[in-house]
């Protein structure tokens, strides 16, 4: 029974999805007599907590009731503890607790200073996950970094004219419309804007929206003008991140596109990822997608900044010694050098096979 009440708080607390970053994902769950009598979940950076919603939606008497958090309150702490002494609530389990290492006030100690029973750690694996994003950024102040890329059987990431529409089945786009709306940020190489012009919006049926920011590598801004991604409005915005030496005329016109440009240090022809980061950090975004091409996703997993990696692999052979693979850069001479993934898993979806892991530094 308690699984399937954190369960349904933790479905809750994706509903706020694509909406409360750098916030975590909340749900809530007020259980009485073996049943569920209320229910709340973090819509908006600026609404309720999802506690608030839940026992604001439920009847007068709650004593001897029970309450499913997937994650410690982290906001409205002082209206919530008042909210739930005078509830009679008389237990609370708890998925995860906060990781923020600033916060102030210690709710479950003064929970427990009241009598409520607390119990940590139901679910806690999927509550970690569900808010992976979140414990990074509390922690480090960086975005937590995934890639995600469709490759061929043989390993190829397009052909070798550069196409790659569509590597995969519909049911692996989906499953990267669902990654789009998960993050801040999504980044793809400049080559990629020019091959592929793709507009890198989610794309969701019976969802409200949330598009990501679409960051753009381009160290001197060589974009074609028309390229989708600088198609700008209030709610399709685009970064373009660019060396300090980029050409003022390029700057220029960019900007007049109506895009931002953060303008970084160049190393080496290269931008540090490790600065890419930071500045992103600075900026509050706390997830960033690197969705590729080869050339970008190389120099990230260089770096060493990416934090989860989903790999789609769809049973197609294209061939061809040119056509690029999915991380390109000069690689590894040894295998006892390679990037190892940890707590890996997979998924069929449509004909394709998605591998999941990550990379522990
Ligand atoms: N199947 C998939 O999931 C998928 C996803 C995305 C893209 N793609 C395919 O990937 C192909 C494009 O890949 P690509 O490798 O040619 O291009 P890319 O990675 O999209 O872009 C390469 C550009 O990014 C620059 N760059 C990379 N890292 C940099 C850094 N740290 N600092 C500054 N600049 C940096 C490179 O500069 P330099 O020239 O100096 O190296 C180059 O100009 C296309 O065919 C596209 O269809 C496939």
Redesign the pocket.
């Known amino acids: 029974m308690k699984e399937e009440f954190m369960n349904r708080a933790i479905k809750l607390a994706k509903k706020g999805i694509g909406f409360v970053n750098p916030h975590p994902l909340a749900g809530a769950v007020i259980v009485k007599e073996h049943s569920i009598v209320g229910e709340g979940f973090y819509k908006a950076y600026s609404s309720h907590s999802a506690e608030i919603e839940a026992l604001n939606n439920v009847p007068e008497d709650l004593r001897d009731g029970e309450m499913y958090l997937n994650i410690e309150p982290f906001k409205d702490k002082d209206t919530f503890l008042k909210a739930i002494i005078n509830s009679g609530i008389k237990r609370i389990y708890i998925g995860m607790l906060d990781p923020n290492p600033d916060k102030e006030e210690d709710v479950i100690a003064l929970m427990k200073s009241h009598g409520i029973e607390v119990k940590i750690g139901v679910l806690s694996e999927q509550c970690q996950e569900l808010n992976e994003i979140y414990a990074h950024y509390i922690t480090k102040h960086i975005p937590f970094v995934f890639t995600?890329?469709?490759?061929t059987l043989d390993g190829?990431?397009?052909?070798r004219?550069?196409?790659?529409?569509w590597?995969?089945s519909e049911d692996s786009l989906k499953f990267v419309h669902h990654l789009r709306q998960r993050v801040a940020a999504i980044m793809?190489?400049?080559?990629?804007?020019?091959?592929?012009d793709?507009l890198l919006t989610t794309r969701l049926e019976g969802v409200e929206i949330s598009n990501p920011l679409r960051v753009i590598?381009?160290?001197y801004g060589?974009l074609p003008i028309h390229s989708k991604v600088l198609e700008v409005d209030e709610r399709t915005k685009t970064l373009i991140?660019a060396?300090k030496s980029i050409l003022r005329e390029k700057e220029e016109l960019l900007l007049k596109k109506g895009v931002q440009l953060l303008k970084l240090e160049?190393k080496d022809?290269?931008?540090?990822?490790k600065d890419?980061i930071k500045a992103l950090g600075d900026m509050e975004i706390d997830s960033l997608y690197i969705?590729?091409?080869?050339?970008?996703?190389?120099?990230?997993f260089?770096?060493g900044i990416v934090n989860k990696v989903y790999a789609?692999i769809a049973p197609k052979i294209i061939g061809g010694k040119d056509a690029?693979t999915?991380v390109?850069g000069v690689g590894i001479e040894r295998m006892r050098d390679a990037i190892l993934l940890k707590r890996v898993t997979h998924e069929i979806v449509g004909n394709d096979v998605i591998f999941k892991g990550y990379i522990e530094y």
């Open positions: 995600k890329w469709a490759m190829k990431l397009a052909s004219t550069g196409d790659s529409k590597i995969s793809v190489g400049e080559n990629t804007v020019r091959l592929d793709p590598l381009s160290k060589d991140i060396s160049e022809g290269r931008i540090d990822f890419i969705e590729g091409g080869s050339a970008v996703l190389a120099s990230a260089e770096s789609a690029v999915p390109g």
